[in-house]
């Protein structure tokens, strides 16, 4: 378990996506998350493939006042999961228009690196990009969408997974702007 900023609530280093409301898994919990509101966490645009702007914009203020950092579009609307790696891969796709911009030499590269630290790990991609964002500073969930449950495995073994220094060297050099 992960503790959200300085809120003291640990939860699961993961949130699976979805833009509506919601309770988590047992009420006393949901009000104490409640009764907590006050400014603990941040949810920017993170990903091996946007880390510019976070990293030198919000990163410092998330560190300077103690903010849990929930990184939306963690697997930049499925690209990091490596299943679009052409454009015939998004024709058709119900994330093309959010994946496809990424298809670019240095998203390949990235996409690249991945590859090489998932078989490295026999994992997936999508657990690799996942579990990088867990070995920056302040990220406590990431927040990534499952559109089938046989996505959830891949999603869910990024909170084991554990990168070695190396793996991050690999992935940072890959996806540095």
Known sequence: MTAIGSSGLDVFPLGLGGNTFGWTSDRETSFAVLDAFVAVAL???YNLL???????????????????VLPYCALAGGFLA????????????ARQ???ARYLTPAGLGVLAALDSVAADHGVSPATVALAWLLTRPGVVAPLASARTVEQLPALL?????????????????????
Not at 50 to 58: D, M, N, V
Not at 82 to 90: E, F, L, P, Q, V
Not at 158 to 172: C, F, G, K, R
Request: proline share 7%; hydrophobic share 40%; net charge negative.
């Open 50 to 68: 946007e880390r510019a702007s976070y990293e030198t914009s919000l990163a410092p203020s998330a560190a300077e006042f103690g903010l849990g």
């Open 43 to 45: 949810q920017p645009h």
């Open 97 to 99: 228009p959010a994946a």
């Open 82 to 93: 490596g299943k679009y790696r052409s454009a015939a891969d998004h024709a058709g796709a």
């Open 157 to 177: 073994a990024s909170a084991a997974l554990n990168l070695t220094p190396d793996d991050i060297a690999v992935l940072d050099e890959a996806s540095a702007t």
